[in-house]
């Protein structure tokens, strides 16, 4: 049987960020994935990835502590200087905007493919010489009083002090271990697609809520390009999965008074157009079993939120930096998975996690809301949030993240 310090199970940004992390600790680290073996080439031209994340300052701080973000190549990465989020009555005052000048911040966020991040650790991973990878699927894991055994489909078997899980929402580790998790459909579906434009997006994040519970948000990419996430009903998405491009300018013509148009200019498809449905997953408990925990869940694992706020990525990149931190800084006594290690690593997520997954999910109910009183009341809201500065700086500072590595 084969041992090492820690196994991350998943091989997501999460998942590789995590295990980069740990072997870099010094943590004898093995990752395994079923994909690990295939190579993600860095993407080229003017074709963009169709899996576009927002990143915070918090995930730059991570990709910087782990000695990335420099070889990133950031001519495919658009930072972001505002946001403009607009409510459904179409009125010039119901909108809250967020400028990076006003809260002295050089940016907001970036935004960038989902293939750049994951290139740049498997090339920084290829030189890590604590870090193994293997390309195999997790069947079973058994967790005792002094870690955990893990076999694997091949027939091999792995035995360590600590196991993360970062295999997805559906995580078949968690899943195993016991640990319920709250689900909730949202009964839509985001429709994700790259468009370029005839207008500078001017460094712009734009969101617009529509009347019956649309939201269509364009981000800004390198050059006159968006990236578009429309999340709608199932029913909805499938059809705007076929219209053709003079189809799709119809339709950004007829909904929001033609304000997309007006803002981004003639739009033409850069991408094919697909759609993900979406939901919101908590885990109950953040390590596990609960007898004596071994395991510790990140990103997916943990939690799923919707894609409204752009922070999905980012909460679970932050489930790595406090994890990365708190084992960085353990008593030269403790091990991995010394229960109070885990505990202080569970105490300092839930809060974070708790919070913005509750204003995610109110802020998509809230503009799901039909009547007129709700319409009145939430972009009231959006123009009372906007004469407030102390408010948006708070807001402000909630979206930037914070972490620690001192």
Not at 9 to 20: D, E, H, M, R, Y
Not at 260 to 285: D, F, M, V
Not at 347 to 374: C, H, I, M, P, Y
């Amino acid at each position: 049987m084969r041992t090492a310090d820690v196994v991350v199970v998943g091989g997501g940004i999460a998942g590789k960020a995590c295990a980069l992390g740990l072997a870099q600790l010094g943590l004898q680290t093995i990752e395994i994935a079923p994909d690990l073996g295939q190579s993600i080439a860095s993407p080229q031209g003017t074709q963009w990835g169709q899996r576009i994340y927002a990143f915070s300052p918090s995930t730059q701080k991570l990709l910087a502590h782990l000695q990335i973000w420099d070889a990133i190549d950031h001519s495919r990465l658009q930072p972001v200087r505002d946001m403009r989020i607009y409510g459904d009555r179409g009125e010039k005052n119901d909108q809250l905007h967020l400028s990076a000048f006003e809260a002295g911040t050089p940016q907001l966020a970036w935004i960038g493919e989902s293939n750049l991040i994951e290139h740049t650790l498997d090339q920084a991973s290829r030189f890590q010489n604590k870090l193994e990878r293997i390309s195999d699927v997790v069947e079973k894991i058994h967790v005792d009083a002094d870690g955990s055994t893990l076999h694997l489909k091949n027939g091999g078997s792995i035995r360590a002090q600590l196991v993360i899980a970062a295999d997805g929402a559906n995580s078949p580790i968690r899943n195993e271990l016991g640990i319920s998790a709250s689900e909730e459909s949202y009964s839509q579906s985001a429709v994700v697609a790259n468009w370029l434009c005839t207008y500078p997006h001017l460094e712009t994040a734009f969101q617009w809520f529509l009347p019956g519970g649309d939201i269509v948000a364009m981000l800004p990419l390198p050059g006159k390009q968006v990236s578009m996430v429309w999340s709608t009903s199932p029913e909805r998405a499938a059809d705007l999965l076929k219209l053709d491009q003079a189809q799709w300018l119809d339709q950004f013509a007829s909904i929001a008074n033609g304000v997309i148009l007006k803002q981004l200019g003639e739009l033409t498809l850069n991408s094919i157009p697909a759609a993900y449905p979406l939901r919101k997953i908590r885990a109950k408990r953040f390590i596990g079993p609960e007898a004596s925990p071994k395991v510790v869940l990140i990103g997916d694992a943990a939690h799923v939120m919707h894609p409204l706020a752009g922070q999905g990525l980012n909460l679970g990149l932050r489930d790595v930096a406090v994890l990365l931190n708190i084992l960085g800084k353990r008593e030269s006594f403790r091990s991995p998975s010394d229960i109070v290690l885990l505990r202080r690593y569970e105490r300092q997520r839930q809060g974070d996690t708790s919070a913005l997954l509750w204003v995610t999910d109110k802020l998509k109910k809230l503009f799901s809301a039909s009547s007129n009183t709700e319409r009145q009341l939430r972009n009231w809201g959006l123009g009372l949030v906007n004469k407030s500065h102390f408010i948006k700086q708070r807001l402000i500072e909630r979206a930037l993240g914070e972490i620690d590595f001192e």
